[in-house]
C-alpha cells in the first residue's frame, strides 16, 4: 500500500448504492503526439493506450483511460502496490518516454483520489448534479468520461455494470463526499 | 444552455466548454511597424455581431483541446465545428 494519508476514511451504504475510497493506489498521467508511443507502452503494461475517444484499455494489473487525443491516465487495480511497486513502474516509463522525447510521465497518485460507487442507483446520484448524458455511457463497460459533478471536474471509468470509479482532485475530494453523502440520502 | 459536440469527446453540454472569443484573428506579421491605433485595433476590437460568428471554444472540463465553432449568436444554433488548423466550411 502506498504511503499517504487518504482524505476520506470511512465506508458508506445506503439503499442499492455503497460508496468507499480505494485506498491510494499509483496513478501516472501520460501524454504524447508519437509515433512509438503506443508501442513503448504496450511494451511496458501488456495494453495498449485506446485511440477511440471515452474509452479505456486494461488488464490484471491496470487501467488505461482515454482523457485526450494525446492524453491517458494509468491507474493499478492493485490496492497492495507498494511504494517500490511505483518507483519501478514510474522510472520504467519515465526512461522510456520522458527521457527518449517521446511524450511527457506524470506520477498523480496523490493528486487524484479514487473513490469506487457500487449498486444500482449509481447513476441516480450522479444525474443529481452532472450535465453528462450517461445513456450509452452505461451500457459501454470500460467508458470513461471527464466532465463535472456538482462543479467540480471529475473522470469516471465504468469499470462494471453498476460499479464506477470516480476521480477526483485530492483538495475537492472532501467537498464531493460530502455532496455525494448528502444526495445518496434522498435516492 | 445548449449543446456543443467536441470534435474529439462528441455531444456535451456547454457548461464543460469556456468560450475563447472570435476565431481567425492573425497577429500581425511586423508588430514594431503597426500604429497604436491599429495594434489595438489587433489587440481588443472584436465584432462581437447578432448572426453567424466564427468562435474558439475550448472543452476546459474535458479534454481541454480547442476548436472553432460557427455559430449564430442570435440563436445559439451551432452551424459547424472544425478542429484548429483546419479551414472553416463554407456554410
Ligand atoms: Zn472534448
Known amino acids: 500500500m502506498l504511503s499517504f494519508n487518504p482524505p476520506i476514511k470511512e465506508e ?44 479505456s484499455s486494461g488488464n490484471e ?15 493499478s487495480n492493485n490496492i497492495n ?12 516509463l519515465f526512461n522510456e518516454i520522458s527521457k527518449l522525447n517521446q511524450g511527457a510521465v506524470t506520477n498523480v497518485s496523490d493528486h487524484w483520489v ?7 442507483k449509481i447513476f441516480d446520484l450522479l444525474s443529481k448534479s452532472c450535465p453528462f448524458n ?20 471529475v473522470i469516471m471509468h465504468n469499470k462494471d455494470q453498476n460499479e464506477l470509479n470516480l476521480f477526483v482532485r485530492r483538495s475537492f475530494s472532501e467537498d464531493l463526499w460530502l455532496w ?4 445518496a440520502r434522498f435516492l | 444552455m445548449f449543446i456543443i459536440t467536441c470534435p474529439y469527446c462528441g455531444d456535451r453540454d456547454q457548461t464543460e466548454f469556456s468560450c475563447g472569443g472570435e476565431a481567425h484573428i492573425e497577429r ?11 495594434w489595438a485595433e489587433y489587440l481588443f476590437m472584436r465584432k462581437n455581431i ?6 474558439r471554444w475550448n472543452h476546459s472540463h474535458g479534454c481541454r483541446k480547442w476548436f472553432n465553432i460557427i455559430r449564430d449568436t442570435s440563436n445559439d444554433k451551432i452551424h459547424a465545428v472544425y478542429k484548429m488548423g483546419e479551414k472553416p466550411p463554407v456554410i
Open chain 1, 81 to 92: 502496490d507498494t511504494l517500490d511497486n511505483q518507483i519501478e513502474l514510474e522510472n520504467n
Open chain 1, 114 to 120: 479514487m473513490i469506487n460507487l457500487k449498486g444500482t
Open chain 2, 50 to 55: 447578432k448572426g453567424v460568428q466564427f468562435e
Open chain 1, 61 to 75: 494489473s491496470y487501467s488505461l483511460l482515454w482523457l485526450s487525443p494525446d492524453e491517458w491516465l494509468i491507474y
Open chain 1, 12 to 55: 458508506k451504504n445506503y439503499n442499492d448504492l455503497k460508496i468507499v475510497e480505494i485506498e491510494p493506489t499509483i496513478k501516472i498521467n501520460l501524454r504524447s503526439n508519437k509515433r512509438e508511443f503506443s508501442t513503448k507502452i504496450g511494451k511496458i503494461l501488456s495494453i495498449l493506450p485506446p485511440n477511440e475517444a471515452n474509452t
Open chain 2, 28 to 38: 500581425p506579421k511586423q508588430p514594431t511597424e503597426l500604429s497604436d491605433d491599429e
Open chain 1, 134 to 153: 450517461f445513456k450509452d455511457f452505461k451500457k459501454k463497460k470500460g467508458s470513461v468520461v471527464q466532465t463535472v459533478l456538482n462543479h467540480v471536474d
Open chain 1, 180 to 183: 455525494i453523502n448528502d444526495s
